[in-house]
């Protein structure tokens, strides 16, 4: 998690809590890293002390002088979006893996909120992914025959360029601060 508060695993050699360290440290000591985009599944974030560790986490890039991007969750409904996907390309087209916004979890929602509410009070910029991916009703789980999921939470390779480069210029406008 891009945050100090993660207990759960070992990311390499180092503790989570160590490598957040590490990397924090290398960033902030680095005056060539201007910009720092951070993107997570941030499902812990619905446990406040998560949510403030992140924050602080911000809240110090932003103290450091560096301008922080935030690119929120990919909805989800829990389903391995790739596996349906793959089934079905295998009957020679993509489809049938679409799914409604309406059956992405509120927490998903929740978080984005606390997300976009974060970026904001620290003048970083927020890029919603559910806007992308779904317009008003549905969700897509392939654009233009590319794939996007890798699973039930990421993005795949292609899905993450197709994806970014559809956040365009608004991307490129706070990659450029």
């Given at each position: 998690a891009p945050h100090a508060g993660d207990q759960r695993h070992r990311?390499?050699?180092?503790?989570?809590?160590?490598?957040?360290?590490?990397?924090?440290?290398?960033?902030l000591e680095t005056p060539s890293i201007r910009t720092v985009v951070i993107s997570a599944t941030f499902g812990d974030l619905v446990h406040r002390a998560n949510a403030?560790?992140?924050?602080?986490?911000?809240?110090?890039?932003?103290?450091?002088?560096?301008?922080?991007?935030?690119?929120?969750?990919?909805?989800?409904?829990?389903?391995?979006?790739?596996?349906?996907?793959?089934?079905?390309?295998?009957?020679?087209?993509?489809?049938?893996?679409?799914?409604?916004?309406?059956?992405?979890?509120?927490?998903?929602?929740?978080?984005?909120?606390?997300?976009?509410?974060?970026?904001?009070?620290?003048?970083?910029?927020?890029?919603?992914?559910?806007?992308i991916i779904c317009n008003g009703i549905h969700c897509r789980t392939s654009i233009d025959d590319i794939i996007v999921y890798r699973d039930s939470g990421h993005l795949s390779r292609e899905g993450s360029r197709l994806v970014f480069g559809m956040l365009g210029p608004e991307l490129a406008k706070n990659l450029a601060k």
């Amino acid at each position: 998690a891009p945050h100090a508060g993660d207990q759960r695993h070992r990311a390499g050699k180092l503790s989570c809590p160590d490598f957040h360290a590490s990397a924090m440290a290398t960033i902030l000591e680095t005056p060539s890293i201007r910009t720092v985009v951070i993107s997570a599944t941030f499902g812990d974030l619905v446990h406040r002390a998560n949510a403030a560790a992140f924050e602080e986490t911000v809240a110090k890039l932003v103290n450091h002088g560096k301008s922080v991007v935030i690119v929120g969750p990919t909805p989800s409904t829990n389903v391995d979006f790739a596996q349906c996907l793959l089934r079905s390309a295998r009957r020679g087209k993509l489809g049938g893996c679409d799914f409604e916004r309406s059956q992405v979890s509120p927490v998903h929602f929740r978080v984005v909120d606390q997300l976009r509410e974060i970026a904001q009070s620290h003048g970083g910029a927020f890029h919603d992914l559910t806007d992308i991916i779904c317009n008003g009703i549905h969700c897509r789980t392939s654009i233009d025959d590319i794939i996007v999921y890798r699973d039930s939470g990421h993005l795949s390779r292609e899905g993450s360029r197709l994806v970014f480069g559809m956040l365009g210029p608004e991307l490129a406008k706070n990659l450029a601060k």
